[in-house]
């Protein structure tokens, strides 16, 4: 969900593999070792982001495309996919990961407000492209 394509994410998951496998042990003895894990999954995701971003300008969100085994009919992968890529990682963050608003802001290093304001953002996009494809009743 985070990067909206399957190799990307697969890409992504072997770079933190690669980031943490030699702190194997350590980070199998935390108390909260996949906590640790997403949040280096999410914050290589983010400076992946800013490497891309710094090579090729951007004029707009990347599009994103979903993985082959992703139904067509799906509406909110592509609805999702249109998001910035912090206004996604918040949603993703705390409606498919059920976090609240202080450990998102703790894994994004920002504030709760500035998490407040991505999901704000993100949502009323999405509310904005769900009320285009409504439409509109006569009096």
Same mark, same amino acid.
């Given at each position: ?5 399957? /190799?990307?994410? +697969? ?8 980031? @943490? =496998? ?12 996949? #906590? /640790? ?23 707009? $969100? =990347?599009?994103? @495309? *979903? $993985? $082959?085994?992703? !139904?067509?009919?799906?509406? @909110? ?7 910035? $890529?912090?206004?996604? #990682? =918040?949603?993703?963050?705390? %409606? /498919? +990961? !059920?976090? *609240?608003?202080?450990?998102? #802001? ?5 504030? +709760?407000?500035? =998490?407040?304001?991505?999901? %704000?953002?993100?949502?009323? #996009?999405?509310? &904005?492209?769900?009320? &285009?494809?409504? *439409? +509109?009743?006569? *009096?």
């Amino acid at each position: 969900m985070l990067t909206g394509d399957r /190799y990307d994410a +697969e890409d992504l998951l072997q770079q933190t593999l690669l980031r @943490t =496998v030699r702190h194997g042990a350590r980070i199998a003895a935390m108390t909260a070792p996949a #906590a /640790y894990l997403r949040k280096v999954m999410l914050n290589e995701h983010l400076s992946r982001r800013r490497r891309r971003r710094a090579e090729v300008p951007q004029t707009g $969100p =990347v599009p994103v @495309t *979903p $993985p $082959p085994d992703v !139904d067509a009919r799906d509406e @909110t992968w592509r609805w999702l996919a249109s998001l910035r $890529p912090q206004q996604r #990682a =918040v949603l993703v963050l705390r %409606f /498919y +990961e !059920d976090l *609240p608003a202080k450990a998102i #802001a703790e894994l994004l290093g920002c504030t +709760e407000t500035t =998490v407040r304001s991505h999901a %704000f953002r993100g949502l009323a #996009a999405l509310r &904005s492209h769900l009320q &285009s494809l409504v *439409p +509109e009743e006569s *009096p």
